[in-house]
T-cell receptor, first 115, second 115 residues
Framework: AQKITQTQPGMFVQEKEAVTLDCTYDTSDQSYGLFWYKQPSSGEMIFLIYQGSYDEQNATEGRYSLNFQKARKSANLVISASQLGDSAMYFC????????????FGKGTMLLVSP | EPEVTQTPSHQVTQMGQEVILRCVPISNHLYFYWYRQILGQKVEFLVSFYNNEISEKSEIFDDQFSVERPDGSNFTLKIRSTKLEDSAMYFCAGSSSGRFGNEQFFGPGTRLTVL
């Protein structure tokens, strides 16, 4: 079974500052993928970034980067230069290599960016 | 850019009624999923669908639920006799591959309210 843990129910950051959202995971799969999704108040799920378990380099997508520490089973999302539009719920998710690879989500972190 | 669409965006129904939630996945996707998110909680997997049959389902997906892809484009989730606890946001998702590295593209969701 796979498990995603997001220990921060809420985070506050000032505009233009960087923020790190924590995610730890547990799986028995040797190969797996880690994803971050953003859910604004409108409700849709927006893909942000992906990290494969065998990727040697941390993933980056614009202002998003993923701090992947495989030995610690952590996949923290770093948002640089926060913007007001970054205020949303952020979900960490995992997809294993067994079965049909459904996504397992964490409980999410609500990020509020203040001016 | 192709996207997943879902209709309706909001459905209100009486307890005990049947509802059908519709999704049009991206045309080259082969793997389809339904997830639900009860208000304020994490996203939960319901069912995956590949090659015109269910490939995996969660404990939530009991006999009251069914899925089908009637015409090769639409992908539907039917709840036969809705309960109050079925009130949630329902997301359809698709991917071109079942491999762990492939992103799942989510639709905007259908908010189901059972009265």
């Amino acid at each position: 079974a796979q498990k995603i843990t997001q220990t921060q129910p809420g985070m506050f950051v000032q505009e233009k500052e960087a923020v790190t959202l924590d995610c730890t995971y547990d799986t028995s799969d040797q190969s797996y993928g880690l994803f971050w999704y953003k859910q604004p108040s409108s409700g849709e799920m927006i893909f942000l970034i992906y990290q494969g378990s065998y990727d040697e380099q941390n993933a980056t997508e614009g202002r998003y980067s993923l701090n992947f520490q495989k030995a610690r089973k952590s996949a923290n999302l770093v948002i640089s230069a926060s913007q007001l539009g970054d205020s949303a719920m952020y979900f960490c998710a995992m997809r294993g290599s067994s079965g049909y690879s459904t996504l397992t989500f964490g409980k999410g972190t609500m990020l509020l960016v203040s001016p | 850019e192709p996207e997943v669409t879902q209709t309706p965006s909001h459905q209100v129904t009486q307890m005990g009624q049947e509802v059908i939630l519709r999704c049009v996945p991206i045309s080259n996707h082969l793997y389809f999923y339904w997830y639900r998110q009860i208000l304020g909680q994490k996203v939960e997997f319901l069912v995956s669908f590949y090659n015109n049959e269910i490939s995996e389902k969660s404990e939530i997906f009991d006999d009251q639920f069914s899925v089908e892809r009637p015409d090769g484009s639409n992908f539907t989730l039917k709840i036969r006799s809705t309960k109050l606890e079925d009130s949630a946001m329902y997301f359809c998702a698709g991917s071109s591959s079942g491999r762990f590295g492939n992103e799942q593209f989510f639709g905007p969701g259908t908010r189901l309210t059972v009265l």
